[in-house]
C-alpha cells in the first residue's frame, strides 16, 4: 500500500507454531520445509500476508557482494578475528579462497567477507548484533546496485540469478 520496502529480522531461536500446531526454534520451518514453509510460518504467527519469496545461501550472497563491487563495513579489532575464522571455515566448504582481514576500521569488504561478516554472532550483542551485520549488508548491496548502469545490472543479474530461489520470475525481479 505504501510501496515502501520494510527490512526485519525474525531470529532463528524465536520458539513459533512452525506448522501442524508443532512449536520449535523459527528455523526449522526452513529446515524441514523450505521457503514455502517459512513463509507460512511467519504469515501465521505474526499476522502477515507475506505473497513472495527470495533466497540466497552463502555462495549467492558471496556472488552478490562481488557484483556490486564489495561492500564498506566498519570493523571492531573483535569483529576482525571472528571474521577470518569464519572465512577459512567457508573456504574449505565452498572451495572458493579467501583474503584475510588485516585490521580494524572502515574498508571495503569482497563477497566471502561480508558473507563471513554476516555470520559474526560471538561477540557483543549475540544474535542482535549479528542479525543487525545482515541487515547493514543487505542494505550496503542495495545501495551499491542503485548506482550500477542497466548493463552493470544485468550483469550482475545473470551471475547471481543461478543461486536465488524465489517466488519471483525474472520479469517481476526487474520492475523491482
Do not use: H, W
Amino acid at each position: 500500500k505504501t510501496q515502501e520496502v520494510k527490512l526485519v529480522s525474525v531470529y532463528r531461536d524465536t520458539f513459533l507454531n512452525v506448522g501442524e500446531d508443532t512449536y520449535n526454534k523459527a528455523n526449522v520451518a526452513y529446515a524441514y520445509g523450505g521457503p514455502g514453509r517459512a513463509v507460512e510460518m511467519l504469515n501465521n504467527n505474526l499476522d502477515l500476508n507475506i505473497t513472495d519469496y527470495v533466497t540466497v545461501g552463502f555462495s549467492g550472497l558471496i556472488d552478490i557482494v562481488d557484483a556490486v563491487g564489495g561492500i564498506t563495513i566498519t570493523l571492531t579489532e573483535e569483529e576482525v578475528g571472528y571474521l577470518n575464522s569464519y572465512q577459512i571455515c567457508m573456504a574449505e566448504e565452498l572451495g572458493r579462497e579467501y583474503i584475510p582481514v588485516e585490521y580494524a576500521g572502515e574498508q571495503i569488504l569482497n563477497g566471502m567477507q561480508a558473507t563471513a561478516y554476516c555470520r559474526i554472532r560471538y561477540t557483543a550483542g549475540s544474535d542482535f548484533k549479528r542479525t543487525q551485520r545482515q541487515r547493514d549488508v543487505l542494505i550496503q548491496i542495495l545501495e551499491k546496485a542503485k548506482t550500477m548502469s542497466l548493463v552493470e545490472m544485468n550483469a550482475a543479474i545473470d551471475a547471481i540469478l543461478p543461486k536465488v530461489a524465489t517466488s519471483l520470475d525474472i520479469k517481476e525481479i526487474l520492475e523491482i
